[in-house]
């Protein structure tokens, strides 16, 4: 089983996300984690190896995920702890009990046996659909007992939400001009002026990631957001670019020539997902930023995917939350709110997991504002 015999195998089961990829396994293991690939077969049977080629023998797989582990200490008493988490995994029919169980009962066994602080889950399990309270404003039944489920578990809802637990997502299967349609007027108008004011797009290569990550990092000193280090974001997008499912593109907004905006959309078995934004303040009355989204829906489409993830909405859907502006942006292109799980924390040892809790957003907000420091000084 190569990386695309993985990608393929995790590809025919529900809700399959590109960081559940052979490829961003890899990503990871570059900094730290060590990947491990998980499958369960129909026949009850379950096997977690390093390496995805050892479970070629799985011919009917139910559910599968992609586990990264890391050791917090390396020597002394405590060398065997570690930290375990699949990104937006695993993956299975959350709706059906016995499989369900029978993947609940076996991480929780293998976070006890690798001695495991905790092991984090954050599956697209979605609660609900539509801004909470609002007119479209839908409770997903499954999703509830799903979550009742885990808390019978023991699990925790996590102090520490890696990815997004709420996002928009817009449904590419209508016409481009039904689409069109779906957008809020003012959306439309932004995209138009874009066109007439002389924005210009391309699909940027391997050349333009060092101009792309310096855009990136004037973004981020911008509207203060921290972003790591350029090796990080070099090896992300080359690994993608040079894959061909997964992969990722960038476009580039320019006006006379001069790069002034870009994003980077993923794609991976039928979905888009637009996970790295950047601008400029040079032009941004000439609206570059629409074009691009613009742009990225109708690509997106012609690659064959029905759905295009704006990747993050907020926690709390009024203008006290710090992604309220992003979000009225991504709402303007036609999309609908989806609420997920979040992450979760099955920690073996509850006093272990409190010392962690207690310690580790120290050291990150630490870790952080020395992050902004590096970015602003890199810029200067």
């Known amino acids: 089983m190569e990386s695309r015999n993985w990608n393929s195998l995790i590809s025919q089961l529900p809700n399959p996300h590109f960081l559940q990829t052979y490829e961003w396994g890899q990503v990871k293991a570059r900094y730290g984690w060590q990947p491990l690939y998980a499958v369960w077969d129909a026949d009850g049977k379950w096997k977690v190896e390093s390496d995805p080629n050892l479970l070629s023998a799985f011919h009917s797989p139910v559910a599968a995920a992609l586990i990264l582990k890391r050791q917090i200490i390396r020597n002394g008493f405590a060398a065997r702890l570690s930290i375990l988490y699949s990104p937006k995994g695993p993956l299975l029919d959350w709706t059906n009990e016995p499989l369900r169980n029978r993947v609940l009962d076996d991480l929780q066994s293998f976070a006890r046996k690798q001695g495991a602080i905790f092991l984090k889950i954050d599956p697209d399990v979605v609660l609900g659909t539509g801004v909470p309270g609002g007119e479209e404003d839908v409770i997903d039944n499954g999703g509830q007992v799903v979550m009742s489920e885990l808390k019978r578990r023991g699990w925790e809802y996590s102090s520490d939400q890696i990815q997004f637990r709420n996002t928009v997502v817009i449904d590419l299967n209508p016409s481009e001009e039904e689409l069109l349609a779906r957008m809020k007027q003012k959306t439309r108008y932004n995209i138009r002026l874009a066109e007439k004011k002389g ?127 992003v979000y009225r942006f991504k709402e303007g292109l036609g999309g609908r709110v989806v609420r997920t799980l979040g992450a979760w924390d099955y920690a073996p040892s509850p006093l272990w997991y409190k010392m962690y809790s207690e310690i580790i957003p120290r050291v990150l907000d630490v870790m952080r504002s020395r992050g902004k420091a590096r970015t602003k000084q890199a810029l200067d």
């Open 199 to 325: 924005v210009s797009l391309r699909v940027g290569n391997l050349e333009d990631l060092g101009m792309l990550y310096r855009m990136y990092a004037e973004t981020s000193v911008r509207d203060g957001f921290v972003i790591r280090d350029e090796g990080y974001y070099k090896t992300v997008w080359t690994l993608f670019m040079n894959s061909s499912d997964p992969t990722c593109e960038p476009l580039i907004a320019e006006v006379d020539g001069e790069p002034v905006a870009a994003i980077f959309v993923f794609y991976f078995a039928g979905r888009a997902y637009y996970v790295y934004g950047m601008s400029r303040e040079l032009h941004r009355e000439k609206m570059p930023n629409y074009l691009l989204q613009w742009e990225a829906m109708k690509r997106a489409k012609a690659r064959g995917c029905a759905v295009y993830d704006l990747w993050g909405a907020p926690e709390v859907f009024d203008e006290s939350d710090s992604m309220w502006g």
